[in-house]
């Protein structure tokens, strides 16, 4: 089944401990990017991936990072969490070099909380 | 630079009722538009898309979008709502040559029985 996983699904931390969120399809997409939602905000883009080592900020990327080096992975990197990056977290994944023409598909999601 | 700007942040509507989601853009270039529809506790799903071509398009679950260039709008339209579309409507743009999709604020729309 074509799909896009993310792990975990929820997550709890304190201010300033490093931790990554995995994500990972098995389409074999070039393309890959993380959002973050907020109420009220709608999705925002925080990095994208246009394939293996290329990697490029998005809206939103203070705070995070994030590395490309398979194709299926894209880990996103949260060096020192704090509060305002508590959210909820998508992957997403599509085929198609030069951009996104195709259905771009989501993973399932992460809900982060920073304490 | 690309943007999205969903009108309405909640549209209440009685079931079996017709329902229009509003969503303008604003781009310097020429556009592919998109709706995601997010269910309750769940990731975005793709409900339909306009790439090039007839400026009416279907997509599942009996909505429809229409493209209008000169008032730079991608209204989301369906004839007869069921409760199961109950959900959190995201209209989306990406411009020529870019490889960002902006998301708008997105439309909760509750389904009255």
């Known amino acids: 089944e074509a799909q896009v996983t993310q792990n975990p699904r929820y997550l709890i931390t304190v201010t300033g401990k490093k931790l990554t969120v995995t994500c990972s399809q098995n389409?074999?997409?070039?393309?890959m990017s993380w959002y973050r939602q907020d109420p009220g905000l709608g999705l925002r883009q925080i990095y994208y991936s246009m394939n293996v080592e290329v990697t490029d900020k998005g809206d939103v990327p203070e705070g995070y990072k994030v590395s490309r080096k398979e194709k299926r992975n894209f880990p996103l990197i949260l060096e020192s969490p704090s509060p305002n990056q508590t959210s909820l977290y998508f992957c997403?994944?599509?085929?198609?070099?030069?951009?996104?023409?195709?259905?771009?598909?989501f993973g399932p999601g992460t809900r982060l909380t920073v304490l | 630079a690309q943007s999205v700007t969903q009108l309405d942040s909640q549209v209440p509507v009685f079931e079996e009722a017709p329902v229009e989601l509003r969503c303008n853009y604003s781009s310097s270039v020429s556009v592919y538009l998109f709706w995601y529809v997010q269910y309750p506790n769940q990731g975005l799903q793709l409900l339909l898309k306009y790439l090039s071509g007839s400026t009416l398009v279907k997509g599942i679950n009996g909505f429809e979008a229409e493209f209008n260039k000169s008032q730079t709008s991608f209204h989301l339209r369906k004839p007869s709502v069921h409760i199961s579309d109950t959900a959190e409507y995201f209209c989306a743009v990406k411009g020529a040559g870019s490889y960002q999709l902006t998301f708008g604020k997105g439309t909760k729309l509750s389904v009255i029985p």
């Open positions: 997403a994944s599509n085929s198609g070099q030069g951009g996104i023409v195709n259905e771009q598909f």
């Open positions: 389409m074999n997409h070039e393309y």
